[in-house]
């Protein structure tokens, strides 16, 4: 399954809307104890976008910001619902990581790898064919390139 442009999504409440003018750079999987933590389930998703091609509409999203050893990820979230809709790392302020499970349309969605899988729950297993990492990738062009194979235009 694909998807067609533009994507759209936004929180529960629909007070903060977004749009994603521009193919995603990648769909992963975290399973690190931060983005358990932060989703409330086994593991979280993120969708890396180009800044530029996403634009926010409706209230501005309130943000809390926490240290990753020599970064800072800051989290976006509705004010009203407190639904968590994207991290802006600082180490890469080009890009947003939209959390994809806040998409409109939620049924293309297919994580191409799973991160910091030696901090995955036992019963989660990645799907056949995804790339896997025990903690971070060192390379983010990996994670493009599997989902243009995954996704393509």
């Given at each position: 399954?694909?998807?067609?442009?533009?994507?759209?999504?936004?929180c529960?409440?629909?007070?903060?809307?977004?749009?994603?003018?521009?193919?995603?750079?990648?769909?992963?999987?975290?399973?690190?104890?931060?983005?358990?933590?932060?989703?409330?389930?086994?593991?979280?998703?993120?969708?890396?976008?180009?800044?530029?091609?996403?634009?926010?509409?409706g209230?501005?999203?309130?943000?809390?910001?926490?240290?990753?050893?020599?970064?800072?990820?800051v989290?976006?979230f509705?004010?009203?619902c407190?639904?968590?809709?994207?991290?802006?790392?600082?180490?890469?302020?080009?890009?947003?990581?939209?959390?994809?499970?806040?998409?409109?349309?939620?049924?293309?969605?297919?994580?191409?790898?799973?991160?910091?899988?030696?901090?995955?729950?036992?019963?989660?297993?990645?799907?056949?064919?995804?790339?896997?990492?025990?903690?971070?990738?060192?390379?983010?062009?990996?994670?493009?390139?599997?989902?243009?194979?995954?996704?393509?235009p």
């Amino acid at each position: 399954m694909n998807f067609s442009l533009p994507l759209e999504g936004g929180c529960q409440c629909g007070a903060v809307r977004y749009a994603i003018t521009a193919r995603p750079r990648t769909l992963y999987a975290c399973h690190c104890t931060a983005c358990r933590r932060q989703s409330g389930s086994a593991f979280s998703m993120s969708m890396a976008v180009d800044r530029a091609a996403f634009s926010l509409k409706g209230a501005v999203p309130g943000a809390w910001s926490r240290a990753v050893g020599d970064r800072t990820v800051v989290g976006r979230f509705c004010r009203d619902c407190g639904t968590r809709l994207f991290h802006e790392p600082s180490r890469n302020p080009s890009i947003v990581n939209v959390k994809p499970g806040t998409l409109d349309d939620t049924t293309w969605l297919r994580p191409v790898a799973h991160l910091w899988t030696a901090h995955a729950l036992a019963f989660v297993a990645p799907e056949p064919g995804a790339l896997v990492f025990p903690g971070p990738p060192d390379d983010h062009e990996a994670l493009a390139a599997a989902f243009a194979a995954a996704f393509p235009p």
